[in-house]
């Protein structure tokens, strides 16, 4: 399996509140993404990351901000959650872009009340 | 645009039997294909890719998916299903020069 690690694995947060979900790859690859999984929908890519400090929306990136300070790491940040973002959040990374697998990371359920 | 596109919400098959999970692209040019499997409460694990070549592809856990320009279809089959192959299935394309594009999923229910 691809050295992913997603954290925190749960989190319950209020309306309004900011909440950061963290992803750390151990497999040194250049890209790495946020998806959001919800019923219905399969995954829906947030943003992504092209290297240190490089990054891009996707399709759904409204409400949500995203930073990579390090390779490894990736931090995606809800600035002030919604109910609507309740939701379950993968970290992907792949080496290349395009025309490539990705593989993901355990996933983050968090729940805003 | 491109797409993919899982017809199948939801598969009930009992143990033992064949299964096959549907898988269309829309798309001028020949994707990237992959299956992925999600168990429950976990990430998604990567079953098989397509890129060229042969057009019946070998994955892990007995998984197959054959590729059918003519049809524009990707399908993922099992001779014999597994209890422990109840999870939910997804399909993804690349398409030139976009990244990955998820279908919708599968959720496949085994009954003894």
């Known amino acids: 399996d691809a050295g992913i690690t997603q954290s925190p694995r749960h989190k319950v947060t209020e309306t309004g509140t900011p909440v950061t979900l963290r992803c750390h790859q151990t497999e040194n690859h250049r890209y790495m993404y946020w998806y959001r999984q919800d019923p219905g929908h399969g995954l829906r890519l947030i943003h992504y990351?092209?290297?240190?400090?490089?990054?891009d929306k996707g399709e759904v990136s409204d409400g949500y901000s995203v930073s990579r300070s390090k390779t490894e790491d990736f931090l995606l940040t809800l600035e002030s959650a919604t109910s609507s973002q309740t939701s379950v959040y993968f970290c992907?990374?792949?080496?290349?872009?395009?025309?490539?697998?990705?593989?993901f990371g355990q996933g983050t359920r968090l729940t805003v009340v | 645009a491109q797409s993919v596109t899982q017809p199948d919400i939801h598969i009930t098959v009992s143990e033992g039997a064949s299964l096959e999970l549907r898988c269309n692209y829309s798309?001028?040019?020949?994707?990237?294909l992959f299956w992925y499997v999600q168990s429950p409460g976990q990430g998604l694990q990567l079953l098989l890719k397509y890129f060229s070549g042969d057009t019946l592809v070998q994955g892990i856990k007995g998984f197959e998916a054959e590729f059918k320009r003519s049809q524009s279809s990707f399908n993922l089959r099992k001779p014999s299903v597994h209890w422990s192959d109840a999870a939910e299935y997804f399909c993804?394309?690349?398409?030139?020069?976009?990244?990955?594009?998820f279908g919708t999923g599968t959720r496949l229910t085994i009954i003894p």
């Open positions: 798309y001028g040019a020949t994707p990237y």
């Open positions: 993804a394309g690349s398409f030139g020069n976009e990244k990955l594009t």
């Open positions: 992907a990374i792949s080496e290349r872009l395009r025309n490539t697998e990705a593989f």
């Open positions: 990351s092209y290297g240190v400090k490089d990054t």
